[in-house]
């Protein structure tokens, strides 16, 4: 189709504004123009129906890689593709390392001068402490079984592991921060030097909550990709210690404690020590991968993907329902579309372990990146309104976002309450954090869509109630039309 002169574009845009207060929110495509006159079609998006999927999502609770909520929601998002009307669809199933927490107790137990106990502080699981991913169990019994706990600032010095043996380790985040470790590197480095546990104290993130215990995953690069810790290491051979975050406020208390202990002087033992009783299950499960498709006439496949799973602590409602519920109402409002490439929507465990999920897919299907014209992101791409307007959107290559740029200006355009929000864009080679890292490494042009506001990331207070409906639309607006531009460019 030519593009209008402005006269005929005035007239158009009258005609359109009519049709869209008539069919409110239904899938119709709405023709749009860029600046030279270039044809952009913006899909439809229904947020009032991406936000009940979102709240049947949640209800799912937890959704960590290989648990029963994770093949349930699975089932779930293969339900409404099909109901879509998407071909191709069905769940492939992945065998990787999982882990999952059946129970954890944490404790600071105080022993007076004679060895009684004198003082137990309990921490609440979830709320003051949580457990790192692939953290070893320990059995607590009875007081003989109560841990010495050793304060190693933040982990750089090593010569502050000299005295850890058979004893907790307390070690600052502040080694992470500055980006000299890693948390899987002070796990595995408490474990090296015979301690019997590792305790991270959060001291950097979320300031805003008052730095509480954030979920965690224990991983390792393999190749440039990423592997559970356990799988690099001989089957029952790797650190076997619990590893746990606790929040700034209880880490306090324990240095607080610490700095007034004092020795037996007949064992040299400290009267501060910590109780730990972990259960946790590490052993490989199957995880979930849902695809579908929306048939191409052509060769080529634009990917639309977004990780279904969570970690253990949240049912992740920004982390990441929200992907996944836009994701699946970009399904609705492209199924009926006949594009020259297939349009491919996919949603991924394994995301929280190491980017399993994509990664298990892509080896399992490595022809795909001889025909893959580009895969988009969708993680976190809520905007929490009460706290800003950013939404940031970035690609590894200048072409594709160019395009996204444009479909962007076009949905600004065409919707008064989308201009409030605040677009940033950027280019990197995308090689981590998400998803889109798995294609990014094997050389395939990959964007991400990032939302904001979201501090409750990996915190129980992951919820429903920080969700907006608008800025799903807002996502799904701009993604759908990319994919489907991209799809018959």
């Given at each position: 189709m030519r593009g209008f002169d402005t006269m005929e574009?005035?007239?158009?845009?009258?005609?359109?504004?009519?049709?869209?207060?008539?069919?409110?929110?239904?899938?119709?495509?709405?023709?749009?123009?860029?600046?030279?006159?270039?044809?952009?079609?913006?899909?439809?998006?229904?947020?009032?129906?991406?936000?009940?999927?979102?709240?049947?999502?949640?209800?799912?609770?937890?959704?960590?890689?290989?648990?029963?909520?994770?093949?349930?929601?699975?089932?779930?998002?293969?339900?409404?593709?099909?109901?879509?009307?998407?071909?191709?669809?069905?769940?492939?199933?992945?065998?990787?390392?999982?882990?999952?927490?059946?129970?954890?107790?944490?404790?600071?137990?105080?022993?007076?001068?004679?060895?009684?106990?004198?003082?137990?502080?309990?921490?609440?699981?979830?709320?003051?402490?949580?457990?790192?991913?692939?953290?070893?169990?320990?059995?607590?019994?009875?007081?003989?079984?109560?841990?010495?706990?050793?304060?190693?600032?933040?982990?750089?010095?090593?010569?502050?592991?000299?005295?850890?043996?058979?004893?907790?380790?307390?070690?600052?985040?502040?080694?992470?921060?500055?980006?000299?470790?890693?948390?899987?590197?002070l796990f595995v480095r408490a474990w090296e030097n015979g301690a019997a546990a590792n305790t991270v104290q959060n001291v950097h993130i979320h300031e805003e909550l008052d730095y509480p215990p954030i979920a965690f995953t224990a991983s390792v690069g393999d190749r440039g990709h990423w592997k559970p810790l356990p799988d690099d290491y001989p089957e029952g051979q790797g650190p076997d210690i619990p590893s746990f975050m606790v929040s700034k406020e209880a880490g306090d208390e324990i240095r607080s404690r610490l700095a007034n202990q004092f020795f037996n002087p007949v064992t040299g033992e400290s009267n501060v020590k910590v109780r730990i009783d972990f259960d946790v299950t590490v052993e490989m499960r199957p995880l979930n991968v849902v695809i579908g498709d929306v048939k191409g006439t052509e060769d080529g496949i634009v990917m639309l993907g977004a990780h279904h799973d969570t970690v253990y602590v949240t049912a992740g409602a920004v982390d990441n329902t929200c992907g996944v519920a836009t994701l699946v109402e970009i399904a609705r409002n492209l199924a009926d579309e006949q594009p020259k490439r297939t349009i491919r929507l996919a949603t991924?465990?394994?995301?929280?372990?190491?980017?399993?999920?994509?990664?298990?897919?892509?080896?399992?299907?490595?022809?795909?990146?001889?025909?893959?014209?580009?895969?988009?992101?969708?993680?976190?791409?809520?905007?929490?309104?009460?706290?800003?307007?950013?939404?940031t959107i970035g690609a590894n290559d200048e072409g594709v976002l160019g395009g996204l740029k444009e479909v962007q200006r076009a949905v600004v355009d065409r919707y008064e309450w989308a201009r409030k929000y605040e677009f940033r864009y950027y280019t990197s080679n995308l090689t981590h954090g998400s998803d889109q890292a798995t294609f990014a490494i094997e050389g395939g042009k990959v964007a991400v869509y990032w939302g904001s506001g979201g501090l409750e990331y990996h915190t129980p207070q992951d919820t429903i109630l920080h969700v907006s409906q608008e800025s799903l639309m807002l996502c799904g607006l701009i993604y759908g039309s990319y994919a489907l531009m991209a799809a018959n460019a």
């Amino acid at each position: 189709m030519r593009g209008f002169d402005t006269m005929e574009r005035a007239a158009a845009l009258v005609v359109m504004s009519v049709i869209v207060l008539a069919m409110s929110s239904s899938g119709c495509l709405l023709p749009w123009w860029d600046e030279e006159g270039g044809e952009i079609y913006i899909v439809g998006f229904n947020d009032e129906r991406a936000y009940f999927d979102g709240q049947a999502i949640v209800g799912m609770g937890p959704r960590l890689s290989g648990t029963d909520a994770e093949h349930q929601v699975a089932g779930y998002i293969r339900d409404r593709f099909l109901e879509a009307g998407l071909s191709n669809v069905h769940i492939e199933w992945y065998n990787v390392t999982c882990y999952e927490v059946n129970s954890a107790s944490f404790s600071l137990v105080i022993y007076d001068q004679i060895g009684r106990e004198d003082e137990k502080i309990e921490y609440e699981h979830l709320t003051e402490f949580v457990l790192q991913g692939y953290s070893g169990s320990r059995d607590w019994d009875d007081r003989l079984d109560d841990l010495e706990i050793v304060d190693v600032g933040d982990g750089t010095n090593e010569s502050a592991y000299e005295d850890v043996d058979g004893k907790a380790v307390l070690v600052t985040s502040e080694g992470v921060a500055s980006g000299n470790l890693t948390f899987t590197d002070l796990f595995v480095r408490a474990w090296e030097n015979g301690a019997a546990a590792n305790t991270v104290q959060n001291v950097h993130i979320h300031e805003e909550l008052d730095y509480p215990p954030i979920a965690f995953t224990a991983s390792v690069g393999d190749r440039g990709h990423w592997k559970p810790l356990p799988d690099d290491y001989p089957e029952g051979q790797g650190p076997d210690i619990p590893s746990f975050m606790v929040s700034k406020e209880a880490g306090d208390e324990i240095r607080s404690r610490l700095a007034n202990q004092f020795f037996n002087p007949v064992t040299g033992e400290s009267n501060v020590k910590v109780r730990i009783d972990f259960d946790v299950t590490v052993e490989m499960r199957p995880l979930n991968v849902v695809i579908g498709d929306v048939k191409g006439t052509e060769d080529g496949i634009v990917m639309l993907g977004a990780h279904h799973d969570t970690v253990y602590v949240t049912a992740g409602a920004v982390d990441n329902t929200c992907g996944v519920a836009t994701l699946v109402e970009i399904a609705r409002n492209l199924a009926d579309e006949q594009p020259k490439r297939t349009i491919r929507l996919a949603t991924w465990g394994g995301e929280e372990e190491a980017i399993l999920g994509s990664w298990e897919y892509l080896q399992a299907h490595p022809d795909l990146m001889d025909n893959l014209t580009v895969y988009c992101n969708l993680d976190m791409v809520n905007v929490d309104l009460d706290r800003g307007t950013r939404v940031t959107i970035g690609a590894n290559d200048e072409g594709v976002l160019g395009g996204l740029k444009e479909v962007q200006r076009a949905v600004v355009d065409r919707y008064e309450w989308a201009r409030k929000y605040e677009f940033r864009y950027y280019t990197s080679n995308l090689t981590h954090g998400s998803d889109q890292a798995t294609f990014a490494i094997e050389g395939g042009k990959v964007a991400v869509y990032w939302g904001s506001g979201g501090l409750e990331y990996h915190t129980p207070q992951d919820t429903i109630l920080h969700v907006s409906q608008e800025s799903l639309m807002l996502c799904g607006l701009i993604y759908g039309s990319y994919a489907l531009m991209a799809a018959n460019a």
